[in-house]
């Protein structure tokens, strides 16, 4: 093995001509997949392709500056949609994950699951083994809740008192039948910023419970909560590199798990008969720096390859390969392996709006920008304390809301004992108020506060399609935001619960005024502004769908073991695979759907044997 920096990495020359699992993509679930599957036998074989680079410096471990928006963007891959009719034909940005570690290198640290119903609406659709007593162990297999090794114990977290690959692999942890896993969580003890107490009165105000646990299943399917982040017990984030692929176990496992990095998939090579059966055979990859003078390889699969590549680069990937729309590929000059309409079709996203409001600077994140000086004093007290600003959240609580509860006045109404029921898919939250603490401060000059509403269910779908047969083009995004009426009146009513959210900070006390809001509370107003400011939150979903071929609602491309239909020895997995975008933050659920590939994987292996 070569090593081509301080991270064991292979070299591409170095790579092997065959491995038992080829996983594609080295992001969130990527780096979950390459640990699980090179941790069962010494001699399974492992190949990890990225094509990015490792992104390990010190800023990339600090929680606000390593996030995408702080950042130098050197860990983030940015596309362009197509102009979006319905918002002014504007073309939005979409942000992810462009190094090892993926988007848990950028995002917002944010450890959130869903509530149960979300996962009991896969089930009721029929996806069997997706329910949330199926995601669970993994959910927990995956994590450490730091919280609850001060006390805060609960039977849904993973509990270890361990942190680091050596004592979670050799002295793993049994509480009955639990495991707890490497990748950390915990939330803050203590309110950073003082608008945070102001909207949790403000909330309860209005009728909201305020929700100590929002990844307990026993608490109330809405409410203001407080966040948990992937944040360790040194103030550093937890990414899923650092969590699942830390340089000590992959030079441990070197004579069996390669990492390539800085490498693009060309395709991958499927065998067979069209009409009878087809299999993965292998992939094809080329160095990604200057490819005309590196060739491209074959690396062959003795077992299985696995999609990792991301709602975007995965069904990228399948249609290079001749699984996709068959027009389409035709568009292109690909041949045809298979004809699958559902690869990168049912493209849906968190689309959300800010409306921004001025607040004392002290407690704003723009102090930052507005004052300077007072970096030099945050890095100290990070670096020597691990607290500060640095640590800080940018998100230190959201507000999940059932836009169906709240009454005209935006308060929530009378409800019934089952609306409190987390299991049940009807109460699954379709509105969310992200209150972070930021706001355009040099034009104002003021401190920022924003509260950002989020439509979490979509029915609004679009796709990613080919620019050419070009592996390193950008597809074509078209996520069609806007273009259901559904869509336009979820959002009326998370910026009218926002507006209303403010007054109510200011009948408490709170210093704050409008900064950038919709010119009235009118349908019109409010529907311009929402076109003009509305944004990405980069939670893409559901473009490899796990659903049959002939799905009513939208066409499936993986069965519920995660293979691609038709097709042997090839899974997906990774948020691509998600039937329905969740109504939270994706990064928790994408980990338990690799955790629960790898189980599948070595479970059907033992069988074979």
């Known amino acids: 093995m070569i090593f081509t920096s301080s991270y064991p990495l ?21 780096c979950v997949l390459a640990n699980r599957l090179s941790a069962t036998d010494p001699h399974t074989s492992v190949l990890l392709v990225e094509r990015g680079d490792i992104s390990n410096n010190w800023m990339a471990n600090i929680p606000l500056l390593s996030s995408h928006f702080a950042s130098d963007g050197s860990r983030s891959r940015v596309w362009k949609s197509v102009p979006q009719k319905s918002v002014d034909d ?19 640290m944010l450890y959130t699951r869903g509530i149960p119903g979300e996962f009991n609406s896969w089930a009721a659709a029929g996806r069997s083994g997706w329910s ?46 639990k495991i707890s896993g490497p990748w ?120 299985e390859v696995i999609l990792a590549a991301g709602p975007i680069g995965s069904p990228q990937i399948l249609m290079l390969s001749g699984i996709g729309p068959v027009d389409h590929l035709r568009q292109h000059g690909i041949e045809v392996i298979k004809d699958m309409p559902g690869v990168g079709s049912n493209l849906q996203d968190h689309l959300s709006v800010p409306l921004q409001f001025k607040v004392p600077v002290w407690d704003s994140l723009t102090q930052i920008e507005l004052r ?84 979490l269910r979509p029915s609004s779908t679009g796709t990613v399609r080919l620019t050419s047969k070009n592996p390193v083009d950008s597809p074509l995004i078209d996520p069609q935001y806007f273009s259901t009426e559904n869509d336009c009146e979820a959002m009326r009513r998370g910026i009218r619960f926002s507006l209303r959210l403010k007054d109510q900070l200011v009948a408490h006390g709170y210093p704050i005024d409008d900064a950038h809001v919709p010119d009235s509370n009118s349908d019109e107003d409010i529907d311009r502004f929402a076109r003009s400011e509305c944004r990405s939150t980069n939670h893409y979903t559901s473009t490899c769908r796990m659903a049959p071929e002939d799905d009513s609602q939208s066409p499936g ?7 691609v239909h038709g097709i042997q020895k090839l899974r997906v997995a990774d948020s691509s695979i998600f039937p329905d975008v969740l109504g939270t933050h994706l990064a928790a659920a994408t980990v338990a759907v690799a955790e629960k590939c790898a189980d599948m994987v070595i479970q059907e292996q033992k069988r074979l044997l």
Not at 146 to 174: A, I, P, R, W
Not at 277 to 283: D, I, P, Q, T
């Open 372 to 455: 300077p000086w007072v970096i030099l004093k945050y890095l100290f007290l990070y670096l020597f304390f691990g607290m500060g600003i640095f640590l800080a959240p940018v998100l230190e609580l959201s507000i999940f809301l059932q836009s169906r509860l709240l009454d005209e006045t935006y308060r929530l109404r009378s409800i019934k004992e089952e609306d409190l029921d987390a299991s049940l898919p009807k109460n699954r939250p379709d509105i969310e108020i992200m209150p972070i603490s930021w706001a355009d401060s040099k034009k104002y000059g003021t401190g920022g506060l924003s509260f950002f509403a989020v439509t």
């Open 184 to 303: 950390l969580n915990r939330s803050h003890p203590q309110n950073f910023w003082e608008h945070t107490r102001h909207i949790v009165q403000a909330t309860s105000a209005l009728g909201l419970p305020y929700v100590e646990d929002l990844n307990s299943p026993l608490e109330p399917p809405h409410g203001c909560t407080k966040m948990h982040y992937n944040i360790d017990s040194k103030g550093r984030r937890s990414s899923t590199l650092s969590a699942f692929l830390p340089p000590e176990l992959v030079r441990e496992r070197q004579s069996r798990l390669h990492i390539c990095t800085r490498t693009i998939v060309l395709k991958i090579g499927i065998i067979g008969e069209k009409a009878t059966s087809l299999s993965a055979e292998g992939v094809w990859i080329q160095k990604k720096d200057q490819p005309s003078l590196n060739k491209p390889r074959f690396v062959r699969a003795k077992r």
């Open 557 to 563: 491309v993986v069965d519920d073991r995660l293979h």
């Open 90 to 108: 504007r073309a939005i940005e979409l942000v992810g994950g462009n190094s090892l570690g993926g988007s848990s290198k950028i995002n917002a």
């Open 132 to 177: 949330y007593d199926d995601l669970l162990p993994y959910f927990i297999k995956s994590e450490t809740d730091l919280d609850c090794q001060l006390g805060k114990k609960s039977e849904y977290h993973g509990v270890s008192g361990m942190e680091g690959f050596f004592k979670f692999e050799k002295n793993t942890t049994l509480r009955g039948n």
């Open 10 to 30: 292979t070299d591409f020359n170095a790579v092997a001509d065959s491995y038992d699992y080829i996983i594609l993509g080295g992001g969130s679930s990527g």
